[in-house]
């Protein structure tokens, strides 16, 4: 029997923010940074939701005592000035995603979040949601998602049959961060879809579309800094407002169409971000190359044009 949510957890809805982890010019985690953020993203940004240690956060590239350092840091600097701290602990190990819900649970964060293995993938949605009950079964009490990005781990599972009698696997069952262009899927898991899940969309670009399938909200990298404008978006298409909403998300798709041109990475993504904040997050940790300062400057060169207001 899937377990109802309890009166005290409030679905996760709105602009959740994939945050960048800090790091020492020498590839160090650099801690003190994260007080800092918190406050930019609350006081700058209006977003009051994190997803930490996922993919803009270059999760696979730290040891798993980085991880529980940053996501108790996370959970530490949050409280009290925001509403909900996701905790990614996907790894390629079942163990280790286990160790670090365990430890989700023990830092008290507000869920966690599972993206598939990707060396060994699982090749069915059945295998899938075997590892993901597997995971769950770590921190039974924290609401779990599955983080859907298909781009990256290669796993083409539809979400929708994953979804399939999921509540009876994984009673802690909670939605999808889906981060993926398959609008159909995505469209179909709504007939599925609980009372107590939520589905947040995690292409930034397509945010809209993602709303107008029914969308509760959204997870990415740019709401690091244009969550001011993606505020305004969300209540815009709340109100009705095609226009105005529209008017957003082409900007973002003009910003990040040019980005794109000149190599849009998480490396790149990270300096616009540090210049954009003031933030000292340092450079991206190997592989991940550093931005070439020109590149660097282009993109905050067109940002500032195209966002003069965040
Ligand atoms: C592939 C990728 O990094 N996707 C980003 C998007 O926010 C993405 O940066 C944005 O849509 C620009 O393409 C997020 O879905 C990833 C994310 O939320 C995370 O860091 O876990």
């Known amino acids: ?54 993919t ?4 696979m590239s730290l040891t798993v005592a980085e991880r529980k350092l940053l996501a108790e840091e996370w959970c530490k600097k949050a409280k009290g000035k925001m509403d909900h701290v996701v905790v990614h602990v996907g790894c390629m190990s079942l163990k280790d995603s286990q160790d670090l819900a365990l430890h989700a649970t023990q830092i008290k964060a507000d869920s966690i979040a599972v993206i598939s293995p990707s060396f ?47 509540e009876e696997q994984i009673p802690s069952f909670r939605g ?3 981060s993926a262009i398959d609008l159909m899927d995505f469209g179909l898991c709504f007939s599925l879809m609980k009372p107590n899940w939520s589905l947040l969309y995690g292409v930034d670009e397509q945010m809209l579309s993602g709303l107008v399938l029914g969308a ?13 404008q993606f ?20 900007k973002l798709q003009d910003f990040l169409g040019s980005a794109m041109k000149l190599g849009f990475d ?9 210049e954009v904040s003031g933030l000292s997050l340092g450079p991206p940790r190997l592989p991940v190359m550093p931005c070439h ?12 044009s195209i966002f003069p207001q965040c």
């Open 176 to 178: 999808v961060k889906f």
């Open 216 to 228: 509760d909200g959204a997870v990415g990298s740019t709401y690091n800094y244009v969550g001011c």
């Open 266 to 274: 998480v490396g790149v993504n990270k300096q616009l971000m540090v």
């Open 293 to 304: 300062p020109d590149v660097a400057a282009s993109i905050k060169q067109k940002y500032k």
């Open 56 to 59: 803009t956060g270059e999760s």
């Open 231 to 250: 505020n305004k978006l969300l209540s815009a298409f709340e109100k009705g407002e095609l226009v105005e909403a529209r008017t957003i998300q082409f």
């Open 120 to 166: 060994f993938k699982p090749n069915n949605a059945h295998a899938l949601r075997t590892y993901l009950k597997a995971v769950a079964s770590a921190a039974p009490d924290l609401p779990f998602y599955y983080y859907h990005i298909p781009s990256i781990t290669g796993v083409n599972v539809l979400v929708r049959d994953l979804l399939v009698g999921i």
């Open 1 to 54: 029997m899937a377990i109802m949510a309890s009166s005290s957890e409030k679905l996760l809805t709105g602009l959740v923010a994939a945050t960048f982890t800090p790091l020492t010019e020498e590839g160090e985690i650099n801690i003190k940074e994260i007080g800092p953020y918190v406050d930019y993203l609350t006081e700058r940004q209006g977003v009051t939701k994190i997803f930490v240690n996922g």
